[in-house]
């Protein structure tokens, strides 16, 4: 059974920073892509961004590119989101996505299995 948890979400303050995991059970992670996702209520879930299963290379949304970065540690199963300058607008339900041997982006319909979610509320 392939399962894909996130944890580190929480409240920060405008201007700080939080450390999202996801770790993922049940499958060859190494031979899946790894994105991050967002969604707040009403809202369709858009990409924030992704790390590719083969070199490693990512990719970055415009509106945090600079602010987040994405790594992964095979070893250990697990990808991370460093998140840094975090803003009101960084709001949302965080998920994170894997999608068997996927080029970068990969959107939604792409993924083959989603995580539950994590909650990231930033205040002002």
């Known amino acids: 059974q392939v399962q894909l948890v996130e944890s580190g979400g929480g409240l920060v303050q405008a201007g700080g920073s939080l450390r999202l995991s996801c770790a993922a059970s049940?499958?060859?992670?190494?031979?899946?892509?790894v994105g991050w996702f967002r969604q707040v209520p009403g809202k369709e879930r858009e990409f924030v961004t992704c790390i590719n299963w083969s070199d490693e290379s990512t990719y970055y949304a415009d509106s945090v590119k600079g602010r987040f970065t994405i790594s992964r540690d095979n070893s250990k199963n697990t990808v991370y989101l460093q998140m840094n300058s975090l803003k009101p607008e960084d709001t949302a339900v965080y998920y994170c996505a894997a999608a068997r041997r996927a080029s970068m982006p990969f959107v939604t319909s792409r993924a083959n299995y989603w995580g539950q979610g994590t909650q990231v509320t930033v205040s002002s």
């Open positions: 049940g499958l060859t992670f190494s031979a899946y892509s």
